[in-house]
């Protein structure tokens, strides 16, 4: 259930009894107590133990593994989940701006609302919305704006 990634702490990996994705919580994420962890955990109690993804995200935080596809349940908005949609098909080592995820997502002109469905995102890094970027800069990220570069950067896109 807990990960950990180097200079930047403990997250937690959570999935249902079924083995589906259901949230990760990055380290430096806002609002994040051990009472919201211990939520989680009582919502989502198939996540005691050990998951297939949790390996593969070792891997890919060690720059060993660039695919995380991983059988995932999202819960939200049609728009939330059209644009999480979108983020999941930005190939690794590339990004995307807010207006084109809005494009892509059948909203060209909510560009604004792709920033808020991409801090709705219950599944960072398995839904890269660290690859998306403002077009005149880096970005929100949930993880913080150090976590974001650090992520951009294994995955080799300049900054």
Not at 30 to 47: H, Q
Not at 109 to 117: P, T, Y
Not at 121 to 126: A, D, E, F, I, Q
Request: net charge positive; with cysteine; aromatic share 12%.
């Amino acid at each position: 259930m807990e990960f950990y990634i180097a200079g930047f702490g403990k997250g937690f990996v959570f999935w249902d009894e079924e083995g589906f994705l259901r949230k990760i919580i990055l380290p430096g994420e806002k609002g994040i107590s051990e009472e919201v962890v211990a939520a989680e955990a009582r919502r989502y109690p198939g996540s005691s133990g050990t998951h297939p993804f949790l390996a593969a995200l070792e891997e890919y935080l060690q720059g060993r593994r660039r695919d995380l596809a991983f059988p995932y349940r999202l819960e939200g908005t049609d728009f939330q989940k059209r644009v999480w949609q979108a983020l999941a098909e930005i190939p690794y080592g590339e990004t995307r701006t807010y207006k084109q995820i809005a494009a892509a997502a059948g909203s060209p002109g909510a560009a604004r609302a792709v920033g808020q469905a991409c801090g709705a995102n219950p599944l960072p890094l398995l839904i890269p919305c660290h690859r998306v970027v403002a077009s005149g800069g880096l970005g929100g990220f949930g993880g913080g704006e150090p976590l974001k570069k650090y992520l951009l950067r294994l995955e080799g896109v300049k900054i």
